[in-house]
């Protein structure tokens, strides 16, 4: 899986997992030369805060499928096409371990993949990469980073 691709899964389900909210906060960073947030990020996992999941098509039969997981809000997000964060996405696959669920199997297996671990640490290289940009150059200079696949 690629970040700010659209992956359609067997189910019919589309979404893509956005960076915009990191973008945001390079942007803020930038633009207020103030990057502590940055500095907090120190893993592949602190990216999650950062992430979001966006379900372009199928959001309804998702949410059948996931309803007793779904809260309202992420719910109303889901059928209008909004972000969701994506621990709230990924806190929709809980299940029990004899249940059939195949979004649930092909999502878990979609962010476990080297290919998802190998999208998150290019992430982690290009925002460290800004933070020092950042902190060499005191904000001044404007980046321009692609977040998403490489």
Known sequence: ????????????VSLKVSTMALQELIARAINTRKFPALQSIRSTTDLYAYLSVVVCAGAEDLIKRRQRWINHKTKADLIAGQPVPFNTFCN????NLDEDDPDGDEWQQLIASDEFYSQLTILLHKLRIA??????????AMLDFNLGSA
């Open 1 to 12: 899986m690629y970040l700010d691709k659209i992956y359609v899964l067997q189910t019919g």
């Open 131 to 140: 933070e020092r940009n950042l902190q060499q150059y005191n904000g001044s």
């Open 92 to 95: 929709l696959f809980w299940r």
